[in-house]
């Protein structure tokens, strides 16, 4: 199996340029060597969201776009709708039991992101508790690497956390994931706050016109001690200067630009000119990309639900094994509990009638225990039993049948006997309706 990684973003709008060195471009470089599941959490938007639940729809596409018009490669990369995995929520639950309200209340990110937010009526349990979720999407995934920007590591810390106590506690079921930084782990605002950040709207978004993006540059934050072109300027910490550093590929003419900032011999609009001019090369091919795929909304529409699709498969797999290990995959199987199946107290099959055509347009008569997937065809007085388990088909014994209102038969009573793992009784359906006449009496 491939190493896997599991990242994502919230829906809270489009993505910005702190997304893009933060993560995007990690992930858009290692897609080629790992399974990718990129993780559209609208769930986690909501957390702080929830207020306008209607907003979601849209924004989940846009970060979609956002996605394909960076470079992810959809055919490498599954885009998850987090609400789309009720497994996640399952998970979370469990994994609520593994973390102290202390704990979270440490959370450094979370402390910050309340701070910012002033909700009005205390801290909502599911905001405050969004690592123990962001844990439970990371490892139904069993993500090896995580890249995420700086201030996501203390919710990979927690998630390793509970990777630890969870495979100690229960079984080695998850794996312990590993953060990634981007290149630039924290990319400062354009008002040269310490973080891009859409609440706090200073961002410069991956889909902004250029007219916007000059906009941006043109009235970035600079050095505030300079008041003239000719008064030598601060090139460190100037955030003007450390997206030059960042998306400016010509490293002579930053070299030259922060030489000639500090003699006072350059002044900040030719400095910023120069910085937009660069921005706008970087942004132009991928606002195309997002153009192309903004003209096609159903192939978009596809890729999503085809990525939710095999995410959901994974966290299916890995529900299955952490139910196992936490010893959630109950029998009720009177055999294991020590009734005899003879016994009176048995438990008899619930069965279904499955509707079958067979022979032109003869029907046939198929009874299918839902419980447990036994099931009995009757045909001219016969009847056959089989049963499903190993994914496997097996006839069981065969007997007379009595066709009345009621099948009935003159066969064994069988115990309906609850197998270990949940099985899919509509795959047995769709089993017996695709090979129906191999089920009944040959005759
Ligand atoms: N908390 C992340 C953010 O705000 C989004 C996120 C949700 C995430 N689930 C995740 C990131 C899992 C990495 C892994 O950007």
Redesign the pocket.
């Known amino acids: 199996m491939n190493k896997r990684i ?5 829906p809270t709008g489009p993505l910005h340029l702190g997304h893009y060195v933060g993560s995007l471009q990690n992930r858009v470089k290692l897609q080629h060597e790992y399974d990718t599941y990129v ?1 559209i ?1 609208d769930v ?1 938007a909501l957390t702080d969201n929830f207020e306008h639940p209607e907003k979601l729809g849209d924004n989940i596409f846009q970060v979609a776009l956002d996605y394909l018009a960076v470079g992810l490669d959809p055919e490498k990369v599954k885009f998850v709708v987090q609400s789309m995995v009720p497994e996640l929520a399952e998970l979370t639950i469990y994994f609520m039991n593994l973390v102290t309200v202390a704990t979270l209340e440490r959370n450094p990110t979370v402390k910050e992101e309340i701070k910012q937010r002033n909700f009005v009526k205390g801290v909502p349990v599911g905001f405050w508790s969004y690592p123990i979720s ?1 844990a439970a ?2 490892t139904i995934f069993k993500a090896d690497l ?1 890249p ?1 920007g700086e201030d ?1 590591l203390p ?1 990979i810390e927690q998630a390793r956390e509970i990777v630890r106590r969870f495979n100690r506690l229960y079984a080695k079921v998850l794996v312990e994931p590993r953060a990634m930084l981007g290149a630039v782990a924290r990319l400062p605002g354009t008002d040269g706050g310490a973080k891009m950040s859409k609440s706090l709207g200073n961002c410069i978004y991956l889909g902004d016109s250029s007219e916007q993006v000059r906009k941006r540059v043109m009235s970035m934050f600079t050095d505030p001690t300079r008041i003239h072109p000719t008064d030598p300027g601060h090139v460190e910490g100037n955030p003007v200067f450390t997206y030059h550093d960042v998306f400016n590929p010509n490293k002579d003419e930053v070299e030259e630009l922060k030489e000639r900032y500090q003699k006072g011999t350059v002044g900040d609009v030719e400095v910023k000119a120069r910085l937009f001019r660069a921005i706008n090369e970087f942004l132009e091919p991928i606002r195309e990309r997002r153009q192309e795929y903004a003209l096609r909304p159903n192939l978009v529409r596809e890729i999503i639900l085809e990525g939710t699709a095999s995410g959901r498969r994974v966290a299916k797999e890995t529900i299955e094994q952490v139910r196992d290990s936490m010893s959630l995959n109950y029998a009720f199987n009177p055999v294991l509990s020590g009734i005899d199946p003879k016994s009176s107290n048995r438990l008899p099959h619930i069965w279904k009638r499955v509707h079958v055509r067979r022979i032109g347009n003869e029907v046939g008569n198929i009874k299918l225990c839902w419980f447990c997937g036994a099931f009995r065809s009757y045909w001219n007085e016969r009847v056959r039993e089989f049963v499903y388990r190993d994914e496997e088909i097996s006839e069981m014994q065969t007997g007379r049948a009595y066709v009345s209102n009621e099948l009935s038969a003159d066969i064994i009573e069988t115990p309906c006997s609850t197998p270990s793992k949940n099985i899919d009784i509509s795959t047995i359906e769709s089993k017996i309706l695709a090979d129906v006449n191999s089920f009944y009496p040959q005759y």
């Open positions: 599991l990242t994502g973003d919230r993780l959490a986690q962001q999407d990371i995580v995420v996501q919710m």
